[in-house]
């Protein structure tokens, strides 16, 4: 039988999480949350601790992350402000050394040390490529898809040779893997390993707890046993600023610590600019 549709709460689960990467994806934004992870402070302080971020840089993507939910602005008097995670913002750090995880394991080694916060900025490169999560979605359902069928359920209004720029992509980027023109598409060892990076994605963007995120019915551990209660991934999208349905997942204490995603070693930020042109490969 042909295919001709994802299931509706996939189509949302997918939008979700391609919301979620827009939100996180754009430079800087992580270290914006990492900085303000221990406490409020107020926006001078903030700017000394993302000091290689101009003023023109930083303002913009503060309110970027307060329209998107992620950070909260105080004002406690005219002459005091305060920036803060907000509780949404707060659940998005146990997601992170997922992320890095999957980059030590899978993406190309580096000829020097990376920071853990590099390897989180080149992997949320790679997922936020135009249709990249929907692809990987629908290969990780479907095993096997020629490209009609993937164009015909990622892009339907559209011509259906224009898969083949974004499905060239990664391939590129090895996470997708075909044997030849004409052949079908399948995911690879590494887009396979995307399981553990999407199934929390989409927790956190559910508003479910993250504990819960090996339970995923399409990402999750096949080992894992079935969730607590139905994976509401079509529950209408939080307005930005509204709290999660639930406080922040209650998670074993993660080994690191958010200054250590900065770095291997003491440096808070990059003594340059990270280079443009997306992840090594």
Same mark, same amino acid.
């Given at each position: 039988?042909?295919?001709?549709?994802?299931?509706?709460?996939?189509?949302?689960?997918?939008?979700?999480?391609?919301?979620?990467?827009?939100?996180?994806?754009?430079?800087?934004?992580?270290?914006?949350?990492?900085?303000?992870?221990?406490?409020?402070?107020?926006?001078?302080?903030?700017?000394?601790?993302?000091?290689?971020?101009?003023?023109?840089?930083?303002?913009?993507?503060?309110?970027?992350?307060?329209?998107?939910?992620?950070?909260?602005?105080?004002?406690?008097?005219?002459?005091?402000?305060?920036?803060?995670?907000?509780?949404?913002?707060?659940?998005?750090?146990?997601?992170?050394?997922?992320?890095?995880?999957?980059?030590?394991?899978?993406?190309?080694?580096?000829?020097?040390?990376?920071?853990?916060?590099?390897?989180?900025?080149?992997?949320?490169?790679?997922?936020?490529?135009?249709?990249?999560?929907?692809?990987?979605?629908?290969?990780?359902?479907?095993?096997?898809?020629?490209?009609?069928?993937?164009?015909?359920?990622?892009?339907?209004?559209?011509?259906?040779?224009?898969?083949?720029?974004?499905?060239?992509?990664?391939?590129?980027?090895?996470?997708?893997?075909?044997?030849?023109?004409?052949?079908?598409?399948?995911?690879?060892?590494? *887009?396979?390993?995307?399981? @553990?990076?999407? $199934?929390? !994605? &989409?927790?956190? #963007?559910? +508003?479910? %707890? =993250?504990?819960?995120? /090996?339970?995923?019915?399409?990402?999750?551990?096949?080992?894992? *046993?079935?969730?607590?209660? @139905?994976?509401? $991934?079509? !529950? &209408?999208?939080? #307005?930005? +600023?509204? %709290? =999660?349905?639930?406080? /922040?997942?209650?998670?074993?204490?993660?080994?690191?610590?958010?200054?250590?995603?900065?770095?291997?070693?003491?440096?808070?930020?990059?003594?340059? #600019?990270?280079?443009?042109?997306?992840?090594?490969?």
């Amino acid at each position: 039988m042909a295919i001709t549709a994802l299931p509706p709460d996939t189509a949302t689960d997918i939008a979700r999480v391609t919301e979620a990467l827009g939100m996180i994806t754009p430079r800087w934004n992580v270290r914006i949350l990492l900085a303000l992870s221990a406490r409020p402070m107020r926006y001078s302080d903030l700017a000394a601790k993302v000091s290689w971020l101009h003023d023109g840089q930083l303002h913009p993507k503060v309110k970027a992350l307060c329209d998107a939910g992620l950070v909260e602005r105080t004002e406690h008097s005219a002459r005091h402000v305060t920036y803060g995670n907000t509780e949404r913002g707060s659940a998005l750090l146990p997601v992170l050394p997922v992320i890095v995880t999957w980059a030590e394991e899978h993406l190309e080694k580096a000829d020097h040390p990376l920071m853990a916060i590099e390897h989180i900025e080149d992997s949320l490169t790679l997922l936020t490529r135009r249709h990249a999560a929907a692809i990987l979605w629908v290969l990780k359902t479907y095993q096997e898809v020629s490209g009609r069928t993937l164009a015909r359920l990622v892009m339907p209004n559209s011509d259906w040779t224009n898969i083949y720029p974004p499905l060239r992509q990664l391939v590129d980027d090895a996470l997708v893997n075909t044997e030849g023109k004409g052949r079908p598409y399948r995911l690879s060892a590494s *887009g396979n390993g995307l399981g @553990p990076v999407f $199934s929390a !994605l &989409s927790a956190w #963007a559910a +508003g479910q %707890p =993250l504990h819960e995120a /090996a339970s995923h019915p399409v990402w999750g551990s096949p080992h894992a *046993g079935p969730a607590s209660k @139905p994976w509401v $991934s079509s !529950l &209408s999208r939080t #307005a930005p +600023g509204t %709290p =999660l349905p639930t406080r /922040a997942p209650e998670v074993a204490p993660a080994t690191w610590q958010s200054r250590e995603l900065f770095s291997h070693s003491t440096t808070t930020g990059p003594e340059t #600019a990270l280079p443009a042109g997306g992840p090594r490969r």
